[in-house]
C-alpha cells in the first residue's frame, strides 16, 4: 500500500484555509496535511492545530547541563587545583556565578539549535516534496494519501482553487536512515576529532616545540666545559675556578706522584676509561658517547687545568669526582694520565 | 489560470481606495513604509539577490584594498610573534594598549547587532526587519576579530590553547577566577550563539536563493539550505528557537561587555577600578555599535542598490535611537567622572587634569565634541536623520569618538600608576598601526563578501511584515496599521 | 614469607626512622631602611647577576623595555638650593594578598603559603601581561624580547635559574633559590634555619646594609626585633595588598621618600 503525496499550490490564506477544513471534513487527518509556505502563516489562520514545538524543553535540559559542566569546571577546579591566589578564599562565588551563567546560556542555546536540526531532521537529504512556486509566494498543501485515494484528493485540490497540483512518492522513510547515517557519520567525525586533539594533549602525538626553556643556556654545575683561560690570560690554574677552595699549585709531576694517580685512577676512573685509558672500560658500553680516550688527540692537546676542570666539574656524562679525589690527588691523576699518553 | 474562490486578494494586489484623497494617502504611506509597500514575493527577491551576483568595479577595487589591508594584518602579527612584543610600543608601565582597544572596540560594535536583531525582536519593532541581518553579520565579524586580539597581544600566543580547559597529560588547568577565563567563556558563548542565530534566520532565504540561482551558487545554497522546505512544523520549530535564541542572547549580549569591562574593573589601577564599568561599557558599546550599523546600512543600500528596503524610517529610527544611546552614553561618563572632579584623590586628579588640560586634552576634546556636542546638535532635527549622508557622517565621529574613549582608558590611564616613577606614555609604533588597520578592514572585507554570498536582507521576514500590515482608515485619514500575529 | 612479614613489621618504625622531609613555613620579609639607602645601584647589579635578568640597552630601557627586579625610583624634592633626591628601591613587594595572583589565566602567578612568598611560574606564562597591570608597585618585568646572552655572559649567569624565554613575565622571587638551597641543607642537617643565613643577592650587596632580610615568625630575626618602629611604613598599603615589604623612613621632619 503505497502512499503518494500530493502538493496543491493556493494564492493565499483564505483559500488555503478553506481546503483544509475540506479536506478534513473528507476524512483526511492532521498528520496527513502539512502546509508549506515561504513565510510563516500562524496556525489560526489556516484553521490548523497548533504544533507544540519541544524545542523549549530541550533547550532548558541544555540549561541544566550548562550548569552541571559549569560548576563542573569551577568547583572542580577549586577542589583538584587547591591553588591560593590573592588572598581570595577557596571556593568563590561570584566568579562561580558569572562562569555558570555563560555556561548555562551556551547549552541553551546549542541546545536549541540541535534540538532545531533534530526535530527538523535537518540536514534534510533526497528530495522531499517541494515546489518552486512556494518561494514565490504560493501556499502548498501537501496532502499524504493512499495510492487510491489519491484521484480524488486531486480532484478535492483542483476543485477548491490549486493553481497547479504536482505528485511525488512517499520518500519520508529513507529519509530518515539516510540522515541517520550522516548524523552518525558527522558525530563519528567530531568524535574523531576530539579523540586527536587528546591524544596531542597527552603526548601520545609529540610535537617538539622549540621555546621550552629547558633548553636553557645557562651552564649547570655538572655540564662541562667550562671556558679556560685564554693563552695570553694570567694563568689561573684550576682550583680559583671552584668557589670555596683554596688555591693549590699544581703538583709536580714525579715517580710517587705517578704511582698514587695510577692507584687512585684504578679506583676512579679505570671502569669508565679503561685500564690504559683507552676509553674501553667495563661500563663504557653504557655510554653514548663513549668515555673519552686519554690517550687520544683530544686529550692530548688539552692543557693540565683542562683536565683538572674536566675532573673537578665533570663533563657530559662524566660526573663530577670533587668529592672523590682532593685537588692534590687530583693533580696526582693528571700526571698518571699524562704518563699513559707518552 | 485555475478561478479563485477567496475572499481577498493577495497582500501585494491590494487596490488603492476609490477617492482621489484617500488614495493619495494610501500612495504616500506605501512610499514612506517599506513593510506598507507590499510587492510579488518574486519581486522582492529578486530586488535582494540580484544585485548579489553583479560585481562591478567597485567591489573588485575594494576586494583588493581590503583584500591587502587583511593580508598587511596577517604578516605584521607573524612578525610580531616571531620577534616578540617588543617591537610595538607597550613598555612596562603600559603593558595593554593598543590590541585591547581594538579589543573592547570591536566587541562593542558587536552587541548593536544583537540588539537590533534579538532585542528590538522580543519587544516586536518591525521596523527592525530589514536591517536585521546586516547588523548581525557585523556582529559575527566584529566579534571573530576581537576573538583574535586578545591573541595578539599574548607574548607566548603559541601556547593559547593553555587557556582552554581540557585534559592533559601535565594534569594542567586554567584559573577560573581571572577575568579572561571570563572573557574566554562569555565571548565563545556570544559568538557562537550570535553566529547559529544568525544561520537560523538565514535558512528560509537561502532556501529562497537556491530555487533561483543555478552553477556554482545552487549548490553552496543547496548545502547550506540544509533542506529547508518552509513545513508549518519548520516553521514553528524555527520561531520556538528564534525565541529561545533571542531571549538567550540578549542577557549574554548584557554579561559580555559587562566581563570585558571587568578586565578592567578588577585590577587596582586608578581609573579602572570604578564599579560603575559594567554598565558602562555596555551603554558604550551599543552607542557606538548602532552607529556603525548605520554606516554598514549606508554602504550595502548604495552597493547593492537596496534603496527599496532601507528607507528614510530606517535611518531615521536609527538615528533616534543613536541619539538616546547618546544621552544614556553621557549619563555613564558624567557619573564616572565626576568623582574625581569632585573629592580630588591625588592619582585620579592627575588622571583627570590629564584629559581636561594636560597632553591629552585634544583626544579627550575632540570625543566630547564628536560624542556629545554634535550628535545633540544634530539628531534631534528629522531633517538630518532622514539624511543619510548626514547621518552617516554623524555616525562616523561617533565612531571615532567611542575609538579615542577607548584609548583613553585603556592606554592613557594605564601610563598612571600610583607610584609617579613608573608614569608613562604610550606612543603607537607601525606593527600595531598596521594591524589596527587590517583588522578594520577584515570587518568590512567580511561584511562585504558576505552580502554578495547570502541575502543581506531578510527576505521572508520583509514579506511576513508585509503581510501582515495593512492600512486603516478613521474619519478621512488612513493610518498604517500593525497586526499583531503572536 | 618472612621476608614480607619484616617488611610489613618494620614498616612502622622504618617510618619514623625515615628522615623528615617536610619543610618548615616562614614569613620572609625584607626590610629596607631608606636612611641608609644611598642609591647607589649595586642592588639591581647583583639581582641582575644573581637571577639572570637580561641586561637591555639604553636605548631599549627609555623605550621602556628595560627589565630589572629591584629598581631605585629617585624622587627629587625641594626647589633650587634645597632640592635633594630621596631613593625608594622598588622589588616585588610579595603581597598576602597579591592583586597579580587571581588574574592570571593559566595560574602561573600563584602564592606559597608555606614561605609567604608570590610564585612566578615561567614555563607556564603564556604573556597576557593581566598580573604587570594590576600590581600597583609595576614591579612586575615583562620579556618583551627574547634575551640574548652570547659568549662569555653565559659563564656569569646562575644555573639555579631559569633562562626565561621572550614573552614571560618575571619578578623579583626573594631569591627563591637561594631559599630552597638553604632550606635543604637544614633539612639535611636536621636543624632550623638560623637568621642571617638566607640572604638574596641584594641584601648581600649592599654596601649599607640598608637592605635585611629574614623570616619574621622568629622573634630572634633581626626583621622581626627591627619592625614595629615609629618609621616603619608600606607602600601604598591601603590598597589592601598587605606587603612584606617594609621601609622605614628617612631622617628628617619630612618623613623621606614617599
Same mark, same amino acid.
Given at each position: 500500500m503505497a502512499d503518494t503525496q500530493l502538493l496543491g499550490l493556493f494564492n493565499e490564506a483564505a483559500s488555503t484555509a478553506e481546503v483544509i477544513e475540506r479536506l478534513r471534513r473528507a476524512g483526511l487527518g492532521d498528520e496527513q496535511v502539512s502546509v508549506i509556505s515561504s513565510v510563516p502563516y500562524r496556525s489560526r489562520m489556516l484553521r490548523r492545530p497548533e504544533i507544540t514545538s519541544r524545542i523549549s524543553a530541550v533547550a532548558g535540559i541544555g540549561a541544566l547541563v550548562g550548569v552541571v559542566i559549569g560548576l563542573a569546571i569551577t568547583f572542580g577546579t577549586y577542589l583538584l587545583y587547591p591553588l591560593p591566589v590573592g588572598g581570595q578564599p577557596q571556593f568563590p562565588i561570584p566568579p562561580t556565578l558569572i562562569v555558570v551563567f555563560e555556561v548555562t546560556m551556551l547549552g541553551m542555546m546549542w541546545a536549541a539549535f540541535g534540538a532545531f536540526l533534530f526535530f527538523n531532521r535537518m540536514p534534510v537529504f533526497g528530495q522531499p516534496p517541494f515546489s518552486e512556486d512556494v518561494v514565490d509566494g504560493s501556499i502548498g498543501v501537501l496532502v499524504q494519501a493512499e495510492e487510491s485515494r489519491s484521484a480524488s484528493v486531486e480532484r478535492l485540490l483542483r476543485e477548491a482553487g490549486a493553481s497547479a497540483v504536482e505528485r511525488f512518492d512517499s520518500s519520508a522513510r529513507a529519509n530518515n536512515r539516510t540522515w541517520i547515517k550522516m548524523m552518525g557519520g558527522a558525530g563519528a567525525a567530531v568524535t574523531l576529532a576530539l579523540v586527536l586533539a587528546l591524544l596531542l594533549a597527552y603526548d601520545v602525538i609529540k610535537i617538539?616545540?622549540?621555546?621550552?626553556?629547558?633548553?636553557?643556556?645557562?651552564?649547570?654545575?655538572?655540564?662541562?666545559?667550562?671556558?679556560?683561560?685564554?693563552?695570553?690570560?694570567?694563568?689561573v690554574q684550576g682550583p680559583v675556578f671552584i668557589a670555596g677552595q683554596p688555591a693549590v699549585p699544581q703538583v709536580a709531576s714525579s715517580p710517587s706522584s705517578i704511582q698514587r694517580g695510577q692507584v687512585l685512577f684504578g679506583i676512579n676512573c679505570l671502569m669508565c676509561h679503561g685500564e690504559k685509558g683507552q676509553g674501553n672500560g667495563r661500563l663504557a658500553t653504557y655510554f653514548n658517547p663513549k668515555p673519552a680516550d686519554l690517550t687520544g688527540e683530544k686529550v692530548r692537546a688539552f692543557a693540565d687545568s683542562d683536565i683538572f676542570l674536566v675532573i673537578s666539574l665533570g663533563r657530559g656524562q662524566m660526573p663530577s669526582l670533587a668529592e672523590n679525589l682532593s685537588p692534590a690527588s687530583r693533580w696526582d691523576v693528571i700526571n698518571y694520565v699524562r704518563s699513559l699518553q707518552k | 489560470m485555475a478561478e479563485q474562490?477567496?475572499?481577498?486578494?493577495?497582500?501585494?494586489?491590494r487596490p488603492l481606495p476609490d477617492d482621489p484623497e484617500l488614495a493619495a494617502q494610501v500612495r504616500e504611506i506605501r512610499e514612506k513604509h517599506l513593510l506598507q509597500d507590499a510587492r510579488p514575493?518574486?519581486?522582492?527577491?529578486?530586488?535582494?539577490?540580484?544585485?548579489?551576483?553583479?560585481? #562591478?568595479?567597485?567591489?573588485?577595487? =575594494?576586494?583588493?584594498?581590503?583584500?591587502?589591508?587583511?593580508?598587511?594584518w596577517l604578516v605584521v602579527w607573524a612578525y610580531q610573534a616571531y620577534q616578540g612584543m617588543g617591537v610595538t610600543g607597550l613598555n612596562r608601565t603600559?603593558?595593554?594598549?593598543?590590541?585591547?582597544?581594538?579589543?573592547?572596540?570591536f566587541i562593542g560594535i558587536g552587541h548593536a547587532g544583537t540588539f537590533i536583531s534579538a532585542a528590538l525582536r522580543v519587544l516586536k519593532f518591525e521596523w527592525r526587519a530589514p536591517i536585521s541581518r546586516a547588523a548581525e553579520s557585523l556582529t559575527v565579524f566584529a566579534l571573530l576579530v576581537a576573538f583574535t586580539m586578545p591573541l595578539i597581544h599574548m607574548g607566548r600566543v603559541w601556547k593559547f590553547y593553555w587557556m582552554l580547559p581540557f585534559p592533559n597529560q601535565r594534569q594542567l588547568w586554567p584559573n577560573p577566577r581571572s577575568p579572561i577565563f571570563w572573557d574566554m567563556t562569555a565571548?565563545?558563548?556570544?559568538?557562537?550563539?550570535?553566529?547559529?542565530?544568525?544561520?537560523? #534566520?538565514?535558512?528560509?532565504?537561502?532556501?529562497? =536563493?537556491?530555487?533561483?540561482?543555478?552553477?556554482?551558487?545552487?549548490?553552496?545554497?543547496?548545502?547550506?539550505?540544509?533542506?529547508w522546505r518552509g513545513t508549518d512544523r519548520e516553521w514553528k520549530h524555527l520561531d520556538t528557537t528564534l525565541n529561545v535564541f533571542s531571549y538567550g542572547i540578549i542577557p549574554v549580549m548584557f554579561s559580555v561587555h559587562t566581563v570585558v569591562s571587568w578586565d578592567f574593573a578588577m585590577t587596582l589601577q586608578p581609573g579602572w577600578n570604578s564599579s560603575i564599568f559594567g554598565p558602562y561599557f555596555v551603554v558604550g558599546a551599543l552607542y557606538s555599535g548602532v552607529g556603525a550599523v548605520i554606516i554598514i546600512m549606508a554602504i550595502l543600500r548604495k552597493a547593492l542598490h537596496l534603496e527599496y528596503f532601507l528607507r528614510e524610517e530606517h535611518f531615521n529610527a536609527m538615528g533616534k535611537f543613536l541619539l538616546i544611546l547618546s544621552f544614556t552614553w553621557v549619563y555613564f561618563y558624567f557619573n564616572d567622572y565626576l568623582l574625581p572632579w569632585y573629592h580630588k584623590e591625588p592619582i585620579l586628579t592627575v588622571i583627570f587634569r590629564l584629559f581636561t588640560s594636560g597632553w591629552a586634552a585634544p583626544l579627550w576634546f575632540t570625543m566630547l565634541i564628536a560624542n556629545i556636542l554634535i550628535p545633540w546638535a544634530t539628531l534631534w532635527s528629522r531633517k538630518v536623520r532622514s539624511s543619510i549622508p548626514a547621518l552617516v557622517g554623524v555616525a562616523l565621529l561617533v565612531q571615532a569618538g567611542m575609538y579615542i574613549e577607548r584609548y583613553l582608558i585603556v592606554a592613557v590611564t594605564l601610563g598612571y600608576p600610583e607610584l609617579p616613577f613608573d608614569w608613562a606614555v604610550y606612543v603607537p609604533r607601525l606593527p600595531e598601526i598596521l594591524i589596527t588597520l587590517g583588522v578594520f578592514a577584515f570587518v568590512v572585507l567580511g561584511i562585504t563578501v558576505l552580502s554578495?554570498?547570502?541575502?543581506?536582507?531578510?527576505?521572508?521576514?520583509?514579506v511576513e511584515g508585509q503581510l501582515l500590515q495593512g492600512t486603516r482608515r478613521i474619519g478621512r485619514a488612513i493610518f498604517p496599521a500593525k497586526t499583531e500575529a503572536d | 614469607m618472612s621476608e614480607l612479614k619484616t617488611r610489613l613489621l618494620d614498616r612502622g618504625q622504618s617510618a619514623a626512622a625515615a628522615p623528615k622531609t617536610e619543610l618548615p613555613s616562614h614569613k620572609w620579609t625584607m626590610l629596607i631602611d631608606l636612611d641608609k639607602c644611598t642609591g647607589c645601584n649595586a642592588c639591581v647589579v647583583a639581582c641582575h647577576v644573581e637571577n639572570n635578568v637580561p641586561i637591555r640597552s639604553e636605548r631599549e630601557v627609555i623605550r621602556g623595555h628595560g627589565q630589572h627586579w629591584i629598581r631605585i625610583e629617585r624622587y627629587w624634592e625641594g626647589e633650587g638650593d634645597a632640592q635633594r633626591a630621596t631613593f625608594l628601591p622598588m622589588l616585588c613587594q610579595q603581597c598576602s594578598n597579591a592583586p597579580c595572583e587571581p588574574v592570571c589565566p593559566v595560574y602561573a602567578s600563584v602564592h606559597s603559603e608555606r614561605e609567604n612568598l608570590n610564585l612566578q611560574v615561567y614555563n607556564r606564562c603564556v604573556g597576557t601581561r593581566f598580573c604587570g597591570n594590576n600590581c600597583p608597585y609595576r614591579a612586575r618585568q615583562f620579556n618583551w624580547f627574547a634575551p640574548q646572552f652570547e659568549g662569555p655572559i653565559t659563564e656569569m649567569l646562575n644555573p639555579d635559574v631559569t633562562v626565561r624565554s621572550g614573552g614571560v613575565m618575571e619578578k623579583c622571587t626573594f631569591c627563591v633559590q637561594r631559599i630552597r638551597r638553604v632550606e635543604e641543607d637544614a633539612?639535611?642537617?636536621?636543624?632550623?634555619?638560623?637568621?642571617?643565613?638566607?640572604?638574596?643577592?641584594c641584601a648581600q650587596t649592599c654596601p649599607t646594609s640598608a637592605i635585611v632580610f629574614g623570616d619574621r615568625s622568629d622573634p630572634q630575626s633581626q626583621v622581626a626585633q627591627r619592625l614595629g618602629g615609629q618609621r616603619e611604613f608600606r607602600v601604598l598599603e591601603h590598597l589592601g595588598t598587605a606587603p612584606n615589604v617594609y621601609y622605614l623612613k628617612a631622617g628628617g621632619s619630612d618623613g623621606g621618600a614617599s
Open positions: 617538539p616545540f622549540p621555546t621550552d626553556m629547558a633548553d636553557t643556556v645557562s651552564i649547570a654545575h655538572l655540564q662541562g666545559p667550562r671556558l679556560a683561560a685564554p693563552a695570553q690570560a694570567v694563568p | 474562490a477567496s475572499l481577498e486578494s493577495p497582500v501585494w494586489n514575493p518574486r519581486e522582492v527577491a529578486e530586488k535582494v539577490l540580484g544585485p548579489m551576483a553583479r560585481l #562591478g568595479r567597485v567591489f573588485w577595487l =575594494a576586494l583588493i584594498v581590503l583584500g591587502g589591508l587583511t593580508a598587511t603600559i603593558m595593554w594598549a593598543p590590541y585591547i582597544v581594538n579589543f573592547v572596540y565571548i565563545f558563548t556570544y559568538l557562537t550563539c550570535s553566529m547559529l542565530f544568525m544561520y537560523l #534566520g538565514i535558512l528560509p532565504d537561502i532556501a529562497i =536563493a537556491r530555487e533561483k540561482a543555478s552553477g556554482w551558487r545552487k549548490r553552496l545554497y543547496t548545502v547550506l539550505a540544509l533542506g554578495r554570498l547570502v541575502p543581506i536582507i531578510p527576505i521572508w521576514e520583509v | 633539612l639535611v642537617e636536621g636543624r632550623p634555619l638560623r637568621d642571617g643565613e638566607m640572604v638574596p643577592a
